[in-house]
C-alpha cells in the first residue's frame, strides 16, 4: 500500500532548484528505508530508541535521501545547515516531529530555510509522513524581527543540564504551518479554533497558499 499520496501536496514558497516531487521522493524513500530495515533485518527502530533521538534519525535519513536527488548536498551534522545547494549556497535545515504542526526547534536559531518532517508510527513500527511544513525563518541576529527564542537550559537535580536550544516564536510557527508543502488531510483536520489562533496573529497576513487559507474553502 502507497501511503504518501501526490494529492496531498500544495504549492508554497520553496528555496531554489527544490521541487514537490523530490521533497516527496524524499519522504517515499524515506519511510522505504525504515520498512527496508524492518523487513529485511527485524529491526524496529521505533521500538528500540527514544522519541527525540528516533526523530534525529528520521531527519538524518530524510537529509540523506533528498541529498541524492536534488541540488541541495548534506554540508553539517552540527552546525546549520543541514543541506546546502552545492552551486547557489542557499542553506536547508531539517527537523523531523513525531507531530504535525510542529514548530521550528534547534541549536542555532539561523536565518534560512528550515523544513520539518512530521511522521506517526505505524502499528507495525514503519513511519508515515503526515504534515511538512517548510518556511525561510530570520536568525537571531534579526534582534527583534527574528523568528526565533531563546530557551534557556535549566540545571537538574543530577547536576545534568540540556545544551542550550532556540524555538520558533509565534510568527516563526505561524511561517512554517503557512508553509505546508504535504499535508494527509485524511488523519490531520485543522479546526476552526486553530484557524482563529492563526488569524489572531496580526503581524503576519495569512498568504492564499496557507492551509489555514484553503482548507475551509
Known sequence: MELLKKEFLHDVPLPDDLTQQEIFDALKNTQKVFKKLRKDSNIVLSEIIQANNFSGIVSNVFTSELDKISDYKKFSDQAYPDLKHEKKGIGLEVKAANKAFKGGEGHNGHSGWHIVVCYRILDNGDIE?????????????????????????????????????????????????????????????????????????????VPNYSPFFWYFQ
Open 129 to 205: 509522513f503526515i504534515h511538512v511544513q517548510i518556511a525561510n525563518l530570520k536568525g537571531i541576529k534579526e534582534g527583534l524581527q527574528s523568528d526565533w527564542k531563546y530557551v534557556p537550559s535549566k540545571l537538574k537535580e543530577n547536576g545534568s543540564q540540556r545544551t542550550e536550544t532556540y524555538t520558533t516564536t509565534d510568527v516563526g510557527t505561524a511561517k512554517l504551518r503557512d508553509g505546508t508543502v504535504y499535508l494527509n488531510t485524511d488523519i490531520i483536520k485543522i479546526t476552526k479554533q486553530r484557524k482563529r489562533n492563526r488569524y489572531n496573529i496580526k503581524e503576519l497576513p
